[in-house]
């Protein structure tokens, strides 16, 4: 009888083992360091090498430069809208450009068509000095708030017209263009320095455009054709409103 007792809270107490441990919850859909994670990735992936301007993607807060309607989409490949009609590019251009200007610690370099600041706070990561020019001034006024959250002082937006370049703050060592235009802005090439170089995309406003490198040299521009790219029209004048 006893045994018989023995032998049940004995099986009793095996069936009454801990269970074993339940599997780990799933993880949440949005992870901020995964995300971040996988759009350094895909840069590599899309052939972006300089680890500077790796290091800049990096370092660079996307989601500060996006309108809060996008936040979700900050470090998805792709060009958001932002104010007055206007995009902020997308990641691998943004990259791709930049990689292509070939920028060293001890540059003063131009970007044309500031926009929301990302380019331009992509290019204070890797110059010296860095002046930005955009046409509508809400998008100047965001643009700035945003530079100086984040702390960048060798990055100066202003307001006007990217056409005329910015004279007295002339040569630049580097000058990038972000707005496409139908021809080379001459402004733009007298206010390079010899040896210097500009990226801008090229072409009809409605497309096809391409990125253009020219490089002044004592002999004339040097061209090379890059990849074909989709842009706002770099448009005369300040603009009126806005
Ligand atoms: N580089 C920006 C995105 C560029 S979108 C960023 O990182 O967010 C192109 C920008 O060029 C727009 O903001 C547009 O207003 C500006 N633009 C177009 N024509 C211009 C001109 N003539 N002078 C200055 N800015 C111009």
Known sequence: MLRRLGRLIGKGHAENRPTPPRPPKPRPVFDASIVRMEFMLGLRQRGISDQKVLHAMDDVP???FVDQDHADDA???R????ACGQTISQPYVVAYMTEQLGVKPEHRVL??????GYQAAILSRLAREVVGIERYRTLVEAARQRLAALGYDNVEIVAGD???GVP???PFDRIMVTAAAEEVPQALVDQLAEGGVMVLPLGPHAGPQRIVRLTKTEDGLKRDNLIAVRFVPLLPGQAREL
């Open 62 to 64: 996307r989601a500060n």
């Open 75 to 77: 470090y998805a490949d």
């Open 79 to 82: 060009a958001l809208p932002i």
């Open 111 to 116: 970007e044309v068509g500031s926009g929301s």
């Open 162 to 164: 990217g056409f005329a």
């Open 168 to 170: 007295e703050r002339a």
